[in-house]
């Protein structure tokens, strides 16, 4: 059974920037491309970035400029540099594979806030 911890997280003030981490149990990062969600309260779960086994990378238009994914396959980590964060990016976030194959970790929230 997979697992996923993600950390992190916490409050920032808007423009402020955080390095997210997600450690997984196993291989899965050299295996499946990776992906960050997060979910805003009252919104369903959306994928803000991925970065296939390839490299190419996809981010969501909310975010394009000022996120950026990496991973670090010989520490089964990924992580998730934001800069200049806006009250929107107030959410709990997640990793997983895109798509999303295993169960989701418990996430890491992320207030921004003055």
């Known amino acids: 059974q997979v697992q996923f911890v993600e950390s992190g997280g916490g409050l920032v003030q808007p423009g402020g920037s955080l390095r997210l981490s997600c450690a997984a149990s196993g291989s899965i990062f050299s295996i499946y491309g990776v992906g960050w969600y997060r979910q805003a309260p009252g919104k369903e779960r959306e994928l803000v970035a991925a970065?296939?086994?390839?490299?190419?990378?996809f981010y969501a238009d909310s975010v394009k400029g000022r996120f950026t994914i990496s991973r670090d396959n010989a520490k089964n980590t990924v992580y998730l540099q934001m800069n200049s964060l806006k009250s929107e990016g107030t959410a709990v976030y997640y990793c997983?594979?895109?798509?999303?194959?295993?169960?989701w970790g418990q996430g890491t929230q992320v207030t921004v806030s003055s």
């Open positions: 997983n594979p895109d798509p999303p194959n295993f169960f």
């Open positions: 970065k296939t086994i390839g490299g190419s990378t």
